[in-house]
């Protein structure tokens, strides 16, 4: 937390921006985070169900060959 209001701080000093449009942007980044991280999850949990139904289907193809 502190790094991140330090970062404000310098930002505000060295580009001369208001704090709101920095909070915005600020805001903006860490939804951009949250949505990749969830985008993630969730092609991971995609890719845990389709091996695992490959492998029921796997499974269900032997038994019906015996």
Not at 33 to 60: C, H, P, T
Request: net charge positive; glycine share 0%; charged share 40%.
């Amino acid at each position: 937390m502190l790094k991140k209001l330090n970062r404000m701080i310098n930002d505000l000093s060295k580009y001369k921006r208001d704090k709101n449009s920095l909070l915005e942007m600020y805001i903006k980044e860490r939804l951009d985070k949250s949505l990749e991280v969830y985008y993630n999850q969730l092609n991971y949990s995609l890719d845990v169900l389709m091996k695992r139904d490959s492998l029921r289907v796997m499974k269900q193809s032997n038994k019906l060959k015996e």
